[in-house]
DNA sequence: TCGTTTTTCTAGAACGATTTAGTAGAACGA
DNA sequence: TCGTTCTACTAAATCGTTCTAGAAAAACGA
């Protein structure tokens, strides 16, 4: 095993001191362009790769990374648009800030793994997308100095927060719903407790999410009379709103509308319409929540909100000195398509 | 500013060495459990994180994340389905192995800023997702002496590759154009020289992506006598095809066909197609490449490939111990939808 | 009982860089 | 010519861990 090639072996090859070798790659300035010259060759020659990342994020205290917190699986993650384009939105501020990003999955089931993989994460500042208030997680992050960034609201140990008003947007859809005469929905949620092989009805206080709790709050603010029932096929995905609407539309009592609280989910209970002959708007409706792309081309009725636009803001809060504005509410925007209607009369 | 709080702090209020400290959180089979109870114990009262990632990092020299490296810009790289499909696989492996993913863009225009991020990424190993060869920012991981697993063939900087056969997938698409009497195709390729506000036709040898150049060969191995020419609207993204399939619809010189050489592009071009009119599969072909989940709800004939399960074996080439085959080529097929259809005769 | 093994803990040297404070020597102004 | 200010470089401390080697005490075998 050949001695690993160090700041110290170039600057003895070159014949200047470490310090030098440092400056020549972080300081330019500070030494003659002739010597860099020389320490550049030198360590070429000697296969050195530049100052080590590790070592320099010990000494200086940066890692030069942002830490990006999802609850749930990484690969869930992944296979929700809206998260995706948060993601999208928060690169490009990265990239600017020639940072990179660091994905940290933590389970809101197997809370210690997630706990530990932040503990140990070299980041220097972290994004938090939709995690619970009261995460372990996120006090850890505040014990270890880190700036942290929420996609939520009054996340109270956060350092600020980027978001919409959850509360307010359901409001708007519930209103939507109370007007095409829907007295009966069902409420599409993501939940852990169940799985697509057995979605079950869960009571309000079952939700394990801060801003289902929220959206289920606003739907009921402007549906007062309205029976929700709230049902979960397991994690927010286009599967879970397949098999949780699948199970609803077998039941004996069908609701007139399903209110997926997002799009994934939407999505799902209309393709479960579609298997049973159903057509969505006509014998049931089906509304969302994001307006990802998808949901435009299969004519959901959703919540549109800035998404991309958030992962930007997040991502400049973040990065940016000169960002001031500690917290920002996206404004959010009703969008009818094919999937509402009219409830029937009876 | 008070003092941090390190694992000396710790190991003199609990009265022990700072090595039992570290072994309370690394080897809890090393100490008596009353000892690490009252470790723990104070270091909670303290307000210790734990052993610092980037202290650990430079002892240990493991850093605990895959690097993943991306042409062009991070932001483009979430709007392809396909790259977010391989991220998913990728995720899953390293989920399992507790291991966070580190994301880096390499931008193929500005090489030296994408070298520098990965000279100072604190990574242990990496992915190289459709990088060039010959990208100087692989030579750069070589030296450092990180293992690489990438998504082409033959890279020789890599210690190991999880691929298609591309020439052959793309010449199986080739034969079925072929034999729907296709003899004059445009083909739609990503390239930085092009934007969606102008469009470009290239040569072969403009061509600056390596699996690009290798589909085109495809085509043309079981296209021997049609007339092939490449067209670009910039990125590869959406809006791209969507531009490029558009001037190349608005101009005197009509194709019979267009191939994408990715999904998001091939649906860019069958949008410009309905924008004029025109009905993918009647009046003209078109084509794709990945299979992404929105080519069937289009019904875009394409070519499938197991894109989770490429980003799957990545990781365990590279987080896997017991991973031997460091060469695997993934299974793809052609899928025929109704995007297709026979060349007018004329 | 005595030597050997096991358990439990520690001292002190790395790991590879950056930073602070400082030193020669050159350049400058009067 | 002398004192002052730059410029170009260096020595040594330091960042917070983990690791190697080893020591003290306890347990064990015969």
Redesign the interface.
């Known amino acids: 095993m050949t001695p690993r090639v160090t700041i110290k072996t170039v600057a003895q090859a070159a014949g200047v001191s470490p310090s030098t070798v440092s400056n020549a790659y972080n300081k330019p300035d500070q030494l003659s362009a002739a010597v860099r010259e020389r320490i550049l060759a030198k360590a070429a020659e000697l296969?050195?790769?530049?100052?080590?990342?590790?070592?320099?994020?010990?000494r200086s205290?940066k890692?030069?990374?942002v830490g990006v917190l999802f609850t749930d699986?990484?690969?869930y993650?992944?296979?929700d648009p809206y998260a995706?384009?948060f993601?999208?939105?928060l690169?490009?501020v990265?990239?600017e800030f020639?940072t990179?990003?660091?994905?940290?999955?933590i389970s809101s089931v197997d809370i210690e793994?997630g706990t530990?993989?932040v503990?140990?994460?070299?980041?220097d500042t972290a994004a938090i997308f939709c995690v619970d208030h009261g995460h372990p997680a996120l006090e850890?992050l505040k014990?270890?100095g880190i700036p942290m960034v929420s996609t939520q609201r009054g996340h109270d140990l956060a350092d600020g927060w980027v978001a919409i008003d959850e509360l307010d947007s359901a409001a708007a859809m519930g209103e939507h719903l109370a007007r095409l005469g829907h007295r009966d929905v069902v409420v599409l949620v993501d939940s852990h407790q169940a799985t697509s092989r057995q979605p079950i009805e869960l009571d309000l206080d079952q939700v394990g999410c801060d801003d289902c709790e929220l959206r289920i709050a606003g739907l009921r603010k402007t549906m007062p009379d309205a029976r929700l029932r709230i049902v979960s096929g397991g994690h927010n995905a286009f599967g879970s709103g397949l098999a949780a609407a699948g199970w609803v539309l077998d039941s004996q009592d069908r609701p007139t509308a399903i209110a997926g609280l997002s799009d994934v989910q939407a999505l799902g209970a209309m393709e479960a319409m579609k298997t049973r002959g159903l057509i969505p708007g006509r014998d049931l409706t089906v509304t969302g929540f994001d307006d990802i792309p998808?949901a435009e081309?299969a004519g959901l009725t959703t919540i549109r909100q800035p998404i991309k636009d958030k992962g930007r803001a997040v991502g400049r809060l973040l990065l940016d000195p000169n960002a001031t504005e500690r917290h920002l509410t996206m404004p959010t925007e009703l969008v009818v398509r094919a999937s509402s209607g009219p409830a029937p009369r009876n």
């Open positions: 296969g050195y790769a530049g100052p080590d990342a590790a070592a320099r994020a010990l205290g890692a030069g990374a699986k990484l690969s993650a992944f296979s995706v384009g993601l999208a939105g690169a490009e990265a990239e020639t990179s990003l660091l994905l940290m999955p793994s530990n993989a503990r140990q994460a070299a980041i850890m014990n270890r998808a081309t």
